[in-house]
T-cell receptor, first 109, second 116 residues
Framework: AQRVTQPEKLLSVFKGAPVELKCNYS??????LFWYVQYSRQRLQLLLR??SRESIKGFTADLNKGETSFHLKKPFAQEEDSAMYYC???????????FGTGTRLLVSP | GAVVSQHPSWVICKSGTSVKIECRSL??????MFWYRQFPKQSLMLMAT?????????EQGVEKDKFLINHASLTLSTLTVTSAHPEDSSFYIC????????????FGQGTRLTVV
């Protein structure tokens, strides 16, 4: 069964520090992975997706099939990056997304 | 990106009453919509998948008679919480995707339900 694991509930860093939010998955086949972000009092929105291989707001994520990981990284965290981050992948055969439990990123000044 | 709108944004109701939450895709046709429940500072829990013109598919442990889902058109799905109780108080979020499985999901702003 598809599963997404985000081992950290909370990640607290200082402004300017590097950030890595971990995501591991289990999936049969080639997954399409997503990172969603939820800022305070805002709706969940797509941050980036594996297939587009782009950098959004300085964040990048590389799919590592050997380690079944899709960690989200940013070299220099900003205070406005503070939010909940969710890793997700599609459920095989269905359109629904399977979400991880989320990691709260807190960037302090 | 595409817009998904929920109404109302918040609602307070008395125990025993029913509450209907609407989810609309404003600028695209969504054959499938999803309903989630989110507890404070926790992840989204998928409740059901709503398919236009057919019965919703509920996740294990979700009472289908309690949470009635209707997807009457390609742009509207409704969630009705029947005979609401305080434990039903939560944040309910809908989402919609295009038919292509590998496209992103668009989320509504959520509905805060408080049952008193």
């Amino acid at each position: 069964a598809q599963r997404v694991t985000q081992p950290e509930k909370l990640l607290s860093v200082f402004k300017g520090a590097p950030v890595e939010l971990k995501c591991n998955y289990s999936y049969s086949g080639s997954p399409e992975l997503f990172w969603y972000v939820q800022y305070s009092r805002q709706r969940l929105q797509l941050l980036l997706r594996h297939i587009s291989r782009e950098s959004i707001k300085g964040f990048t994520a590389d799919l590592n099939k050997g380690e079944t990981s899709f960690h989200l990284k940013k070299p220099f965290a900003q205070e406005e990056d503070s939010a909940m981050y969710y890793c997700a992948l599609p459920h095989t055969g269905f359109q629904k997304l399977v979400f991880g439990t989320g990691t709260r990123l807190l960037v302090s000044p | 990106g595409a817009v998904v709108s929920q109404h109302p944004s918040w609602v307070i109701c008395k125990s025993g009453t029913s509450v209907k939450i609407e989810c609309r895709s404003l600028d695209f046709q969504a054959t499938t919509m999803f309903w989630y429940r989110q507890f404070p500072k926790q992840s989204l829990m998928l409740m059901a998948t709503s398919n236009e013109g057919s019965k919703a598919t509920y996740e294990q442990g979700v009472e289908k008679d309690k949470f009635l889902i209707n997807h009457a058109s390609l742009t509207l799905s409704t969630l009705t919480v029947t005979s609401a109780h305080p434990e039903d108080s939560s944040f309910y979020i809908c989402s919609a995707r295009f038919e292509d499985m590998n496209t992103e999901a668009f989320f509504g702003q959520g509905t805060r339900l408080t049952v008193v």
